[in-house]
């Protein structure tokens, strides 16, 4: 497998997580209220792992945005990839702004600053470094993932 | 009398973990990563529970109401308490990065580190509060330590993804990368 096609499936995970993500949020937070500023919480919260919180205008942005990431990353887009990430950066700084107030327009919580700042570094990362060997005369060498896991 | 033989003993060289291995750390790092994912959920702004004395708040006070360590008490009761908003703020957005960082496998030997000093921290707080079981403190200590140490985000992380792209730039900042992965 090339370097190009594990960094491309890096950001199909990362894209399909946060659509699952998104799609739970709007199943779950159907009836409430679209900008509800205390949202549907997912996970498991007997277990202690409860995730994050969402409205519906909090889930339906994070499946737009997921589907918006897969699309760049199937058809190799990277400035599509990189647009997705400046959303969810975005999105994950309206919960510094708004969570424990009104409005909390995202129905978000801390938890969702960890899920979307970390699915919003992962895509920029990656569209970065695609970016990055596609420049001419760069390559990465075939084998170095190899010989990286070896040290 | 038989013949004298030279024994030549080689030192076997470690390989990277096998796939059981690999899947073990994929595992611990996922796990990590969704305990501070789920518990930054909580530490809810802007007083992060000072108001009522609940929350991290409550937790924090333990350092002094049920005193580990003399000086870490006394840091926190006259630094940390005093200040406990801007305290708040830097738990709530270290623990969110370390969910993040953890989930993604971007920087694993820095913010496995990381996870073991908040770990350290959180214990040093409420080791010794009524009801707490001092061994969850000591396993998390000891779980973050591993996933830095083993270098996990090598294996379906995007250390492993990233890791050559960063050997292949000669920049500071890809040399630093490579470090702390």
Redesign the interface.
Known sequence: VSHDERVRVAAVVIAAAVMAMGGWGLVASRGMGITEPDGVLLGWRAFEAGLLTLNPLGAGLTLAVGALALAGAFLRRWVVVAAAAVVLLVMAAQVLVQWGGTPNALGSRGSNLSFWSGAGIGLATLATAAAWSRQPGRSVRPGARRAEGAR | MGEAQDVVVTRAEP??PDRWGRASLVVLRLALG?L???N???????DFGEERGVGLHRFTSFAVEHEVFPPYAWFVETVVLPNFRVFGWVV??T???????L??G?LTRFWGLVGAAMSLSIALSVLMAPEEWPWAYYLMIGAHLVVAGAAAG??FG?D??????W???RSRPARWATWLS
């Open positions: 390989g990277p969704v501070w994912l789920s930054s959920g909580w530490k809810r702004p802007p709530l957005v623990e969110a990065l370390l969910g993040a960082f989930l993604l971007l090598r294996w995007l492993g993804v990233l890791r050559p792209v050997g292949e730039r």
